[in-house]
């Protein structure tokens, strides 16, 4: 078979760590880093021994790519989430990604770009909780992952897959509120090929390893108009005289389809990777590796849409907009080289060496291509502002769809009914529409450049000690080029009569603007970190770990510093055996967060746009292409009040402030189980996590307009609501690694997730800003913000096996199933604030309005490999992800009303007034799991 | 590696000692205008005009630097809504209807914000054609105000930016030789604490930032809750209990 053995003398290829004295003395493991504790709560996984499991769900965060970040869904304690996956409460963002010996997360924003193929992975080795100390900062989950090598032996690989969206299962209708435009998105297509080749070049000595694969993704966005039912009514709420006719199931508006109207698009994406590795071995103590991976993600451009670099969804929501403003060309490169070295000195001592840089360059560029520095040049979509046209429907009549389209004459009867009293423009209505160019275009560029040392020893000293120590270091700096298409963002306001522009650019004086066509904000933040740990076995069996860390970050120009960093770090655990075959430990570790750059370049650059009014009369917004710098001085309106010295233009950000007492964010984790190894290789376990945030970096908003970044509720933001984020989860796992042809790993969690900070993103808006969300903004929209949060699942299954059948003739059959089972996300009932508008008041506590259904996933995975030569297999798979087509919904509108309301304080729903306009959506879904995919596979294998 | 750590230990030993001594806060203005509530401290030249309050509007502006925005040396424009309204009658590029000077980056020693000196707001009415009794024109010469705005103070923190002010306006109407001098007391926002129903008094708790529907405050003041105020009776707005100087 093609899957080398790694750990001489250890059967295992999924497996936890034992601090037992056996693992330690026989096998440097290849990471370094997390060598050394066993009370943690993690596994070891090699993705060769799980490939009997359906885990490339094409819909997946990295699906398409087959990323490694999936392994982690096998383990208890995490779940998907927007970015990511998220462990034991944390956000995904939170997580710290090691390739190699060095961090590949995104380092302004924290997640993981890389979707790095589980194919030239040889170890994912992932932390659920309990990280050891040299893995440095980081509040979430932890993956220490290592690439091949190759090895003594020639191996060569090539994989294909292919999942057609014709067999793509049903998905629900989505619901779109005040607009004919209606789009729907279907799978189309994922295909990927791959190939990677490893080897000796020199026996013994030097070995290569290479790949590279390429992934394209593609889906159909089928659009469509739908005209509006109304009734006549006579309530004095109805602006218009009609009220909407709505479906009693879903509580949206009756709509009729206008024949002609649909049209489909496509949404395209490519993810390419390649990694290049050298490994030369001088003798048996000593080893160095030079890798250089990395993965470029392209998508969009030309007539199709793009994807969100980010989260990987499609990146339009409603086609409700000309393709030249919705259009854009996203790409995101992130490339590593890593440079490591492994040296075992005498029997007693090991060093550890790695140092590394990774460049990540994302970019957001419009439909043609052009991008945030053409935006001067005539002729690119850059050179276009955007223009949004919007009437909400209070007063004036909304904007009729054919204001924008052509509509065809069928459709006119429609939208128009002869005899009847309502107006066109409200049964065609277009809703918030969008013209012209792409809007905010933007280049980030980061480097990231990172160096540890570990060096272990043993010693002798009342028992038998393991002393390591290490320091790292960072620099990171990144740049970021932004600027509005078309030098300008126009958006119809006030009734039509105005249009806002929006242009970066500062005041000089009253009334005296400077614009500019993009501006460019630099940021930078150094790092540098030791740790001293101690294993102590003080009998066989029994051993006590200590150790304490010590970190300082400063962003640059000292504008933000967090000096002094400690965390301690202690865990005892005991082998009843003495024989590696069971043990209970405990572990209590202070955990500091690894502050990404966001917060120095969204909140602490001086960047500030002006905001004016213009008469839409005196300015040629329906011509877009000719609006390059928006409206001219002619047509502005004094829109301020008399007071201020200026009438024509105003400011808007820039004014932000950072507390000189700021303390870095950290939690406190507690971990304390047990795991037995029984017969038939199985493992048994039960693992308690509490995870409990001390205090948590983030921006609150200041009266003048400004923003205070700080701790909320401490030093200089001691007005603001405290942060409060608790977890506690038991996990019960039956692990059986991949032995002897079968593979199981099952899990039953419970747990649940309270406060009032998600992490780095807000779950319910999906903004991801770390340190900078709109949480803990305005003091007086937190009450009730504080309860279950929406990463809260009650219990959680997963069940996970596969099982080799050998056949004669040399072919092997492969059956592989997974059910993932968990309760629903709590939900809150919101309703309007006076002043900050729509959902911002949470009217009851957070959470407890009630909860989303429980979800359902079954996946298969049916493989047949033949050995066609000596060294030669080919295997062919079908995967099928979500069997049997469930459809539940995972994620409900929560506005109850859009009435102006107060919270009620520890309410319940008998509290609520009965007065307030209920929307009919609430409590409706809005999103839905995945439905069911197939996935076929073809690979060689030599 | 020893020479990246040479380079990072004095930018570390920066970061541990810059948490030694506070740095000084950041000069911020408030966005929406202060309600400046006036007390005269002496007139002369007759009977003249007196103002009791008024809402006055400060701009901050950034220096121009060789590529974008210098904010080390920036400046300060203030201006009363007389001013403001009175600046729509004339054209504005040639009249200035508000005080102009440079401002500083940081809060001094005392915490305390000072522009520099500041040049007067100087508005000039044209004069204006009137018919007399019997139908002749005469002309009327356009009024001529001078607004003078000195001292002006700020006490800002990291947490509490300038919402406050105090300073000492000196008006003088040219024309008919009044001249006014005020000591001012400034908080923003403005706040208008009239209630709805003319007979009843004016309200305390319309001053509040906590929403209370019952009170007709259904959105809070968005007066920072750590400042005292009190609802004047005579101007009907919102204004400070104590010194606008007062320590928080």
């Known amino acids: 078979m093609v899957f080398p053995f790694r750990i001489p003398g250890v059967a295992f290829l999924v497996g936890v760590f034992l601090a037992t004295p056996v693992v330690l003395a026989e096998e440097p493991l290849p990471s370094g880093l997390g060598a050394g504790s066993g009370a943690r709560f993690g596994e070891s996984i090699d993705p060769a021994g799980v490939r009997l499991l359906p885990l490339m769900a094409p819909e997946l965060r990295g699906g398409p790519a087959r990323s490694f970040e999936n392994l982690a869904l096998l383990l208890p304690g995490t779940q998907e989430d927007l970015y990511g996956v998220s462990f034991v409460g944390a956000s995904s963002p939170e997580n710290t990604f090691f390739v190699d010996g060095i961090r590949v997360g995104n380092p302004v924003l924290g997640v993981l770009q890389m979707p790095l193929s589980m194919e030239f992975v040889e170890r994912a080795d992932v932390t659920v909780a309990g990280a050891d100390v040299a893995f440095g900062r980081g509040m979430g989950g932890v993956y220490d992952v290592t690439t091949k090598s190759g090895g003594d032996r020639f191996h060569a690989s090539t994989w294909g897959s292919l999942a057609p969206g014709a067999l793509e299962g049903e998905r629900p209708l989505r619901v779109f509120e005040n607009t004919v435009i209606h789009t729907d998105p279907r799978l189309d297509g994922v295909r990927d090929l791959g190939g990677s080749v490893g080897g000796p070049i020199v026996k013994d000595r030097l070995f290569f390893f290479a790949g590279g694969s390429l992934a394209r993704r593609r889906y159909r966005l089928d659009r469509s108009l739908n005209a509006m039912t109304w009734t006549p009514s006579d309530d004095f709420g109805d602006v218009f005289g009609a009220k909407p006719t709505l479906d009693p199931e879903t509580g949206a508006q009756v709509k009729t389809r206008l024949a002609g109207t649909e049209r489909t698009e496509f949404a395209q994406g490519d993810v390419g990777q390649w990694i290049g590795k050298l490994t030369y071995r001088h003798s048996k103590a000593q080893e160095v590796t030079l890798s250089v991976f990395g993965t470029y993600a392209g998508s969009g451009g030309g007539a199709t849409y793009a994807f969100d670099p980010r989260s990987d969804a499609i990146g339009v929501d409603n086609l409700n907009g000309e393709l030249t403003a919705m259009g854009r060309r996203e790409t995101a490169l992130t490339n590593a080289v890593v440079l490591r070295g492994t040296s075992l000195l005498g029997r007693d001592a090991r060093l550890d060496t790695a140092l590394g840089w990774v460049r990540s360059q994302t970019e957001t560029r419009a439909a043609d291509g052009s991008g945030v520095d053409d935006i001067g040049t005539p002729g690119t979509l850059a050179h276009v502002p955007r223009v949004l046209w919007n009437r909400p429907l209070d007063s004036v009549p909304p904007h009729p769809i054919d204001d924008f389209e052509d509509l065809p004459t069928s459709a006119y009867p429609v939208c128009s009914p002869p005899g009847a009293p309502i107006l066109f423009a409200l049964n065609c209505a277009a809703g918030p529409y969008s013209m012209g160019g792409p809007g905010l275009l933007s280049r980030f560029t980061a480097d990231r450049i990172e160096g540890r040392a570990v060096v272990s020893l043993r010693a002798r000293g009342l028992g038998e000690h393991k002393i390591r120590a290490g320091i790292d270091f960072e620099v990171a700096t990144v740049s970021r080029v932004q600027g509005y298409s078309g030098a300008a963002l126009v958006r119809e306001s006030l009734g039509g009569s105005f249009v806002r522009n929006e242009r970066f650019g500062y005041l000089a004086g009253p009334d005296a603007p400077v614009t500019y066509d993009s501006t460019t904000t630099r940021a930078s933040s150094y790092g540098a970190g030791a740790f001293l740990a101690d294993t102590w076995r003080i009998v066989d069996g029994f051993v006590i770990e200590a150790s304490v860390r010590y970190d300082a970050q400063v962003f640059g120009a000292g504008t933000l510093a967090l000096p002094f960093m400690i965390a301690p770090r202690a865990a005892v655990t005991w082998d009843p055996t003495k ?66 010295p200026s009438t024509l233009y105003s400011l808007q950000g820039g004014r932000n402030a950072v507390d000189p007492d700021t303390s870095a964010p950290a939690s406190h984790q507690i971990v304390a189980g047990a795991e037995v190894l029984v017969p038939l290789g199985v493992r048994l376990g039960a693992v308690f996590v509490h995870d409990e945030l001390i205090r948590a970096l983030e921006d609150t908003s200041l009266s003048t307009g400004g923003f205070l970044i700080g701790n909320p509720g401490a030093g200089a933001a001691v007005f603001a609501t405290e942060a409060e984020r608790v977890y506690n989860g038991l996990s019960i796992t039956v692990m059986r690694p991949f032995a002897g042809g079968f593979v199981g790993i099952a899990s039953y969690t419970f747990s649940s997730l309270y406060g009032n900070y998600s992490g780095f993103f807000r779950q319910d808006t999906g903004q991801l800003d770390p340190n900078n969300t709109t949480d803990f903004d305005e003091p007086e929209l937190d009450t009730n913000r504080t309860g279950l949060l929406p990463g809260d699942h009650t219990h959680s299954v997963k069940l996970y096996a596969g099982k080799e059948f050998v056949l004669p003739a040399g072919v092997i059959l492969e059956a592989g199933a997974g059910y993932t089972g968990r309760s629903g996300t709590p939900y809150s009932m919101l309703g309007s604030h006076a002043l900050f508008g729509d959902g911002e008041v949470f009217i009851l506590p957070r959470g407890s309005a009630g909860r989303t259904p429980w979800v359902n996933r079954i996946d298969a995975r049916l493989g047949v490999s033949a050995q066609l030569r000596k060294d030669l297999r080919l295997g062919a798979s079908v995967e099928i992800y979500n069997l049997a087509g469930s459809q539940t919904e995972t994620a409900v509108d929560q506005n109850y009303t859009y009435n102006d309301v107060q919270a009620i304080p520890d309410g319940t729903p008998d509290d609520v007034p009965e007065d307030l306009v209920e929307n009919p959506r609430y409590g409706k879904p809005v999103a839905w799991q995945a439905p069911r995919q197939v996935r076929f596979g073809l690979r060689v294998d030599y | 590696m020893l020479t990246l750590l040479r380079r990072i230990a004095p930018l570390l030993l920066l970061a541990a000692t810059a948490g030694c001594e506070d740095p000084p806060a950041p000069c911020h203005v408030a966005t929406a205008p202060y309600y400046a509530r006036y007390r005269v401290l002496s007139q002369s030249g007759g009977l003249c005009d007196i103002r009791i309050g008024e809402e006055v509007g400060i701009e901050v502006y950034p220096g121009r630097g060789p590529d974008g925005p210098d904010s080390s040396r920036p400046s300060i424009a203030v201006q009363s809504s007389f001013m403001g309204q009175m600046a729509f009658m004339v054209d504005r590029d040639e009249q200035r209807p508000y005080s102009f000077g440079s401002f500083p980056e940081l809060a001094d020693a005392d915490g305390l914000c000072r522009p520099g000196d ?72 403005s706040v208008d604490c009239s209630s709805f129903f003319p007979e009843a008094t004016p309200g305390d708790e319309l001053c509040s930032p906590e929403p209370d529907p019952s009170t007709g405050n259904p959105s809070g003041s968005g007066i920072d809750p750590r400042i005292q105020t009190r609802c004047d009776s005579n101007t009907l707005h919102c204004v400070l209990v104590g010194s606008p100087l007062d320590p928080l």
């Open chain 1, 579 to 644: 024989k590696g075959r069971a043990r209970i430990f405990a572990t209590y570790g202070m955990r500091y967060q690894s502050v990404p750059l966001d917060v120095s370049v969204r909140a602490l650059a001086k960047e500030t746009r002006l905001s004016s009014f213009h008469q839409t009369s005196g300015c040629r917004v329906n011509a877009p292409e000719d609006l390059y710098g928006g409206c001219g001085r002619e047509s502005a309106s004094v829109i301020v009040n008399p007071a201020q």
């Open chain 2, 118 to 189: 500041l040049a007067p707001a100087d508005v000039q009415f044209p004069s204006q054609v009137v018919f007399d009794d019997l139908g002749n024109p005469f002309e009327v010469p356009g009024a001529h105000v001078r607004e003078t705005w000195k001292d002006l103070r700020m006490l800002v923190t990291h947490s509490l930016p300038g919402v406050r002010f105090a300073a000492e306006l000196t008006v003088e109407d040219l024309t008919n030789g009044c001249s006014v001098r005020y000591e001012v007391s400034a908080l923003s926002p």
